[in-house]
């Protein structure tokens, strides 16, 4: 099956600078690999998406990137706000495994004003 | 109008008894899932259901038990509860049919915790 992991498991900033996750996955028929951020007590939620047939998307100030020759992906976070602190997930999906996303196990930011 | 719910939301039980957890989507998806969410806050995948139909089924003790009936409803029982069951529980649906729509939506958790 597909191994997703995802780097760092931690990681603070300050206000205002410049955050990035990243994370490699095993199987090169994944191709949809989204982003979810779940803030104390609250729910995943998506915040980003991208398909193995684009190699960024841009959402304001947030940013995934995709290799799919070195199979991983990043998410990039600029001009941080203290609202950013959160768990970001990363996941990939076959598209023709129904329904199964595999997860990363991660990263908590924490943006210091 | 809330889009994927969950009851309880919260579950304080003794150990060795039996729970329940309810699920509904109201956005037509045809794919239902449960995730357990532990302390460190890995999502682990735990069932899956599509168009009522079991596909996903991860290493979980039989002490796990979900049901579909039908398309819009997943339901998780646990028997005989231990300690090691206590984490949050969510569930979460997605359109697996069409192109371009299986973004997962999740529910507000269930926090179970067994004493």
């Known amino acids: 099956g597909e191994n997703v992991e995802q780097h760092p498991s931690t990681l603070s900033v300050q206000e205002g600078d410049s955050a990035v996750i990243k994370c490699t996955y095993s199987?090169?028929?994944?191709?949809?690999f989204p982003w979810y951020k779940q803030e104390l007590g609250k729910r995943p939620q998506l915040i980003i998406d991208?398909?193995?047939?684009?190699g960024e998307k841009k959402d304001q100030r947030i940013a995934v990137t995709l290799n799919k020759t070195a199979k991983h992906f990043s998410l990039h976070i600029t001009e941080t706000q203290p609202e950013d602190s959160a768990v970001y997930f990363c996941?990939?999906?076959?598209?023709?495994?129904?329904?199964?996303?595999?997860f990363g196990r991660g990263t908590q930011l924490t943006v210091w004003p | 109008d809330t889009a994927v719910s969950q009851t309880p939301k919260y579950l304080v039980t003794q150990m060795g008894n039996d729970k329940s957890i309810k699920c509904e989507q109201n956005?037509?998806?045809?794919?239902m899932y449960w995730y357990k969410q532990d302390s460190k806050k890995f999502l682990k995948i735990m069932f899956s259901?599509?168009?009522?139909?079991?596909?996903i089924n991860e290493t979980v003790p039989n002490r796990f038990s979900p049901k579909s009936p039908d398309k819009a409803h997943l339901n998780l029982h646990i028997n005989s509860l231990e300690l090691g069951d206590s984490a949050v529980y969510f569930c979460?649906?997605?359109?697996?049919?069409?192109?371009?729509?299986?973004?997962?939506?999740f529910g507000p958790g269930t926090r179970l915790l067994v004493l």
């Open positions: 199987d090169s028929a994944s191709n949809y």
């Open positions: 259901y599509n168009n009522k139909e079991l596909i």
């Open positions: 996941a990939a999906k076959r598209g023709s495994t129904l329904g199964r996303l595999y």
């Open positions: 956005l037509g998806h045809d794919t």
């Open positions: 991208i398909r193995s047939n684009v």
């Open positions: 979460a649906s997605s359109q697996e049919s069409a192109s371009f729509q299986e973004t997962q939506y």
